[in-house]
């Protein structure tokens, strides 16, 4: 299971803990004759409202983490995203205070809990909803594969290690990789070993500071370099499309 899927279920599990508060408070405040146990509903509105800031709190990491590692301009519905977002701790805390301490105005304690449903509503579609439509309930893998590439390549501007830099890719990618390097490389090198053949043999070749031949840093990028415009005697394999090289590159970085 991918971190994008877990976070939209987590972002999910918010949604069913605001529904349960809206109900509970509604019961406590909506009744014009007290006919339950208002005590009872008051127990389950505190412990969905622990609950829902907890996971709250934990996927907002998440957010932000990704965020800081990807370092890229915000999309106009990542930027709604974050408003929302920025606003509910913003409303629960105004909500504490007015339950823990300005108690002169509960009665309008009310309203900050449907501003916090209604935003979280729109926090929620804005990205959990958004990712289970366009991933098809997270069967759909390329969306993760986009994203993990945006954090690849805030790596390699970074200049981070080489097993920092190496190319993410799903298990279809190196498999398609294997077939392609079986058919046009494995005349040439040997991918179980740095022993020559008429090539350099590639095992470790992404996990190593240096390209075997030119001696470039090992980075997908010059991998890709070297596919197109090679060093030495290598011959060109300019015809692969951009997916196949990507597939060869996903293969060789499991050497």
């Avoid at 069913?16 to 208002?38: A, H, N, W």
């Avoid at 007015?98 to 809990?113: D, P």
Wanted: one cysteine or more; glycine letters at 6%; a positive charge.
């Amino acid at each position: 299971m991918s971190i994008y899927l877990f976070k939209s279920i987590m972002s999910v599990v918010i949604i069913l803990l605001t529904t349960i508060s809206i109900y509970t408070m509604f019961e406590i405040f909506g009744r014009s004759q007290v006919t339950v146990d208002v005590r009872k509903y008051k127990k389950i509105h505190k412990v969905t409202g622990f609950l829902y800031i907890t996971i709250f709190l934990f996927v907002s990491y998440f957010c932000l983490y990704y965020i800081f590692i990807s370092r890229t301009e915000l999309t106009p519905r990542s930027n709604l995203h974050s408003i929302l977002s920025l606003s509910i701790p913003v409303l629960f805390g105004m909500k504490l205070l007015i339950t823990r301490v300005y108690k002169q105005f509960y009665n309008h304690v009310n309203i900050y809990g449907l501003l916090i449903a209604l935003i979280t509503f729109g926090m929620v579609g804005s990205s959990a909803g958004y990712y289970l439509i366009v991933s098809r309930a997270g069967t759909d893998i390329s969306f993760d594969k986009i994203a993990q590439y945006k954090n690849w390549a805030a790596s390699q501007k970074k200049g981070g290690t080489p097993e920092e830099r190496a190319f993410p890719a799903g298990p279809e990618s190196i498999a398609r990789g294997e077939n392609i390097f079986k058919e046009k490389c494995s005349f040439c090198h040997d991918p179980q070993s740095t022993e020559n053949i008429v090539g350099p043999g590639l095992k470790g070749i992404l996990k190593n500071p240096e390209l075997p031949i030119s001696r470039r840093p090992a980075t997908p990028d010059n991998i890709r370099n070297q596919l197109r415009k090679p060093f030495g005697r290598m011959p060109a394999f300019d015809y692969l499309t951009e997916e196949e090289a990507d597939d060869v590159i996903a293969f060789l970085n499991t050497l």
